[in-house]
C-alpha cells in the first residue's frame, strides 16, 4: 500500500487542477499562486518518495506525466483565454502533445510495446512551458514585465516546442523502422 502513496499524492495534484484553473479565471491570483506552488511542491513530494523507497508503480509512470501535461495544458488554455498568452502559443504547445501521442498510440498500435522516455529537448520545452507561465502569473498578478521579456520568452517556449515535437517524430519515426 505505502507504494501507491506518490500516486494519490498525483491524484491530489490532478484534482488541483480545476481550482486553480478556476482562480486564475477568477482573477484570484494570490489563492491560485498558493495553490500552484503545492501542486509543485508536491510533483516534488511524489518524485522524491518514489526514487528514495522505490515506490515506483506502473500507474504511477503513467500518471505523474499526464498530471503535468494535464496541468500546463489547462493552465496555457486559461492564459489564452483571458488574453495573457498568445493563441497560437496555445495552440502550438496543445498541437505538440496531440501529435506526441497520436505518434504514441500509433507506434504502439502498429508495433506493439511502447516505452516512453522524455528526450533532453521536451525536458528543457517542459521546463521552459512552465517558467512562462509561472512568469505570465507573475505578470498578471504582481508585476508588469517587459514586452520584450514576455515576447522573448514567448518565442523561446514556441522554438522548443517544434524541436521537441520534431525530435519525438523523427526519433520514433527511426526507431519503427529500423525495428522493421
Known sequence: MREQIPNIITVVRILSIAPICWL????????????????GLSDALDGFLARRYGWFTRLGAMLDPVAD???????????????????WLV???????????????????????????????????????IFLLAMTLFHVALYSLPGWFNHG??????VTTCLSGIAYVYLWGRYALLKG
Open 91 to 129: 495552440v502550438l504547445v496543445i498541437g505538440r502533445d496531440v501529435v506526441i501521442v497520436l505518434g504514441a498510440i500509433a507506434y504502439k498500435l502498429v508495433r506493439g510495446r511502447l516505452e516512453m522516455r522524455p528526450l533532453l529537448i521536451s525536458k528543457l520545452n517542459t521546463g521552459l512551458q
Open 153 to 158: 520568452l514567448q518565442w523561446l517556449v514556441a
Open 24 to 39: 486564475l479565471w477568477k482573477e484570484s491570483y494570490a489563492l491560485a499562486l498558493v495553490l500552484l506552488l503545492l501542486a
Open 69 to 87: 501535461k494535464l496541468f500546463v495544458v489547462s493552465v496555457f488554455i486559461v492564459f489564452g483565454l483571458k488574453g495573457s498568452l498568445p493563441w
